[in-house]
């Protein structure tokens, strides 16, 4: 009787390389990776694999290449050669790949300029941003066809106008904020459904959850859109209001022009001239320059900002006090704004404003120049919407100020120097509550409150801490209160 042959116990690398369609050293990289069983080894050189591998490397491949999943992703769903529908879907939803894909042509490095009609050298700066994430196989660089639909936006971008330069920038901007959601969206849903729910039921309510934000971001954006332009658009229209309680310094107003005090400071000289301006009186030097330059700062303490202009289009001021008029000219630039008709044509005077203020920025004897030059700058840029970036620049200058040791020996200076600094704190605190940091804002009212006493600004301080008590904890985004009245932001 003829023996029958011996059966091998599974397939070898080769067979089963050839059955599944793919190269051996796939199937042994999976073999490292831990997505398949340990072959059978009857020798030194010989090992046998199930059968049952060449349905699951055929479902490895179909997973990578339809749905992207990185292999991290498919050793965790796949579970003892089958996988569990749950396990499936929720690996889809998290990984945001739809239920039923359709056919996905990926696009190689050598064909993807030619494909999108868009420079290589762009997508690269692309690519070097997150703002495209190519899968790296076998064949080399892929870009899907989510990295293809970012090319052709930033393309149409292009097309309509917009610098290259400035929508990479701008989709960065983009792209680092969703990255912080998506983050937020992972840590709250880890925490707050996922525990208590099915695979199945958790891709669910990521499935339903995203298209809701899906619907949610576009609205949103628009809503937020329309209220911050409109927050613009009061902030400019108040800024007489703010640029008049800049200039008023009530201690200042309480010297005659009899006052010892005053009499101390040698008649032709620019505290003399800020003094009696910023007191409203109209005893100043009689060098020209210095009376231009005392009707200029009285016309912007009255509001009078063209008025405020011509004067100091007049004015030939020697060096020394050219930060002083370019920080004037900054003030009286930016209070004119209101006064221009339409939304666009706007933009341009707060521009002009923000450039005539960094013009200002040069250290000059006397020393007093410079600290009320600085005081004005500070000022002023702090009531300027934030969308000018000028806020950074307002903290840093009024600080200066606020800490300022020099301030002079005559005793009306010295007066008015030291209002200045509670002003400097004054409009810190005020700045740091329109936006919203409150904790900042807390610690700036404090201070003002210590050093300002039972005057205005130590009075207002304690509103202010009292009212931010009342709405409670610094992290809630609603907590913020506005300077009252008088003194709205």
Excluded at 280 to 302: C, W, Y
Aim: glycine share 6%; hydrophobic share 40%.
């Amino acid at each position: 009787m003829r023996k029958q042959p011996i059966q091998p116990p599974g397939l070898r690398i080769s067979q089963l390389a050839a059955l599944a369609g793919v190269p051996v050293p796939t199937v042994k990289h999976y073999l490292h990776e831990g997505l398949l069983p340990r072959p059978i080894k009857t020798g030194r050189t010989m090992s046998y694999y199930d059968a049952a591998c060449v349905d699951k490397i055929r479902l490895i491949k179909r997973l990578q290449s339809k749905r992207f999943f990185p292999l991290n992703v498919i050793k965790r769903i796949i579970d003892n050669g089958a996988i569990a529908a749950g396990e499936l879907a929720l690996g889809e939803a998290l990984l945001d790949i739809p239920a039923e894909p359709e056919d996905v042509q990926t696009v190689s490095r050598k064909r993807v300029a030619g494909h999108t009609r868009y420079s290589l050298k762009k997508i690269d700066r692309m690519e070097s941003l997150g703002l495209l994430r190519p899968v790296i196989t076998s064949r080399g660089k892929e870009y899907d066809a989510s990295d293809c639909r970012v090319i052709a936006l930033m393309r149409q971008r292009e097309e309509a106008g917009f610098p290259f330069d400035y929508s990479l920038e701008m989709m960065s901007v983009y792209r680092r904020h969703i990255q912080e959601i998506v983050k937020e969206d992972a840590r709250l849903f880890l925490k707050r459904l996922l525990p208590s729910s099915s695979p199945a039921s958790a891709a669910q309510y990521i499935r339903e959850g995203d298209k809701a934000l899906g619907a949610f971001m576009p609205l949103m954006k628009a809503k937020l859109v329309r209220a911050h332009a409109e927050k613009v658009i009061e902030t400019v229209n108040s800024a007489p209001e703010h640029l008049k309680e800049i200039l008023r310094f009530r201690r200042a107003q309480s010297f005659s022009s009899t006052d010892l005090s005053f009499s101390e400071i040698p008649r032709e000289n620019v505290k003399r001239t800020l003094i009696a301006a910023l007191g409203k009186r109209r005893d100043f030097p009689a060098a020209p320059h210095f009376r231009t330059l005392g009707q200029a700062v009285l016309s912007a303490a009255a509001g009078n900002f063209r008025l405020t202009l011509a004067h100091l289009e007049e004015l030939k001021a020697p060096p020394e006090l050219f930060p002083l008029v370019a920080a004037l000219k900054g003030l009286a630039l930016y209070g004119s704004v209101p006064e221009t008709r339409g939304v666009f044509s706007t933009i341009q005077p707060i521009l002009d404003a923000v450039a005539a203020f960094r013009d200002s920025r040069i250290r000059v004897d006397p020393y007093e120049v410079c600290l009320i030059s600085s005081y004005i700058r500070g000022a002023v840029l702090s009531v300027i919407p934030d969308v000018f970036d000028t806020h950074s620049e307002a903290a840093m200058d009024l600080k200066a100020v606020a800490e300022a040791h020099e301030v002079g020996e005559e005793s009306a200076w010295r007066t008015i120097a030291e209002e200045l600094k509670l002003k400097a704190l004054f409009h810190l605190s005020q700045m740091l509550i329109s936006d919203e940091a409150l904790e900042s804002a807390r610690h700036v009212l404090t201070l003002l409150k210590e050093k300002a006493g039972g005057t205005f600004y130590g009075k207002w301080a304690s509103k202010q801490l009292a009212a931010l008590a009342e709405e409670g904890d610094a992290s809630d985004p609603v907590t913020h209160s506005r300077a009252g009245p008088e003194h709205k932001r």
